[in-house]
């Protein structure tokens, strides 16, 4: 019976480019819609990540502001402290810029030049004005205390690792969707099979016993049950039809491959591979490969950022803008940089609440309740991930001994059959016990394909759950 059941499921390739379920897999991970989808969002995370790689690196540029001021007093007058004037200036400005990224703050190297041009009716008293700063040098930090870039690498790193566990996981979700369509066409194709056996032999044996009737050795009631067999044969073969083209159609269209011919085949895996981890190494792997865990423990890392920084908030806030440098003032351009004056400019900033009606303190237990919410949710994820685990390794095993039995069942109704219809032929038994033989070997058929069918699906559940290859 085996050889029978390989023989109508392995007759003829699908498509040359898709035969084996190994191969409908890896055409339906290189052209379906959900791999180009998935490929394009990991594309996007990977530059996103570059971008902010770039950002922590020196950044050098140049700042040009042109400006235009216009101070009109009264326009028929120019007082002697506040005069009528247009005033048009040009600055630029070179900055080299770096992140502290051990203390949070930003750190630069600028030169600068600014050109000051006044248009009035008597420009004596406010000539022309060029001021450069050839070098600063100087610190700017707001919060001394909190580091955000620290925070910034923790996230940006757990949402390109997150992306790229999410990448893996729909391709193998896409091994999911092809196998279950896979299975659906190759259980389609063994009941068209088997129903253009059983009409066959169902328009066999009613000619036969037509012609048996004609010389009474057929009684009427049996010839009758054999044409409402030879009905229904027919009717189940029509259905058949019908279901072996959906599924075609459904995987034709998955694979974007066109419309498969209604004569290929395909080439169902009979042995199943074994499971050689515990459940201890599956569910270690599942863990360490979730794209869910990974998206929830980058929302924790949000959320204890976000708590730390309102804690830092709540107290008094100290900031600091340090620069030391050189600086000139002339009419002339060359002139400022003959003598240019060293300056030093410091500023602390320190911001304490007096009366903020507990906007700092409200705001902390805002970000701690968003932490302990997060965390609470990464533990259900972790726990929903352990469930779906178990119940997955429960199903393989359970599967794998239904094949077993299956496979028996199979065999064994082959042989019942066979016996059957060899009995039936020698005038030994029945139509009705010829049918209900009939009957048992197609259910354990089905059985077997479902129980196929159910073992292959399972196992590639179980691979997108550990991305185990």
Known sequence: MRKI???FLCSFPLLCQAQSLEQVIRLAQDSTIAAFQSRYEYEYHQQHFARFEALRKPQLELRLTPNYYKLVTDPTRDYVYIRNYNRFSTSAQLMLSQKVLGLGGDAFVSSSALWSEYFMHDQR??????VTMPVVVGYQQSLVGYNPYRWERLVENARLEAARKQLNYQLHQIAEEATRR?????CAQGMLDMCERNKQTADTLYAIAREKAGIAMVSLAELRSLELQRLNAANALHSARNEEQLARESLSSYLRTGNIPAGSRLTVPTLTRPLTLSEEDVLAM??????AIQDQQRALTEALQEEEKARKERGAKVGVDLSVGMQQLNSNLFGTLRDPRFY???????SIPLMDHGAARKGQAAATARKDQQMQALREVERSLEEDVRITLDNLRSHQQ???????AVSLADDVFELTAENYANGLCDINTYSLAQSRRDNAYNQHLSALAGYWTTYYHLLTLTQYE
């Open 5 to 7: 059941l390989i023989g």
């Open 125 to 130: 008293d406010m000539p022309r004005e060029f």
């Open 182 to 186: 896979f299975f659906r066409l190759a």
């Open 286 to 291: 599942a863990r360490a490969n979730s794209p």
């Open 344 to 350: 030093m400019i410091g500023a602390v900033t320190l």
């Open 402 to 408: 239904l094949l077993s039995h299956t496979e028996e």
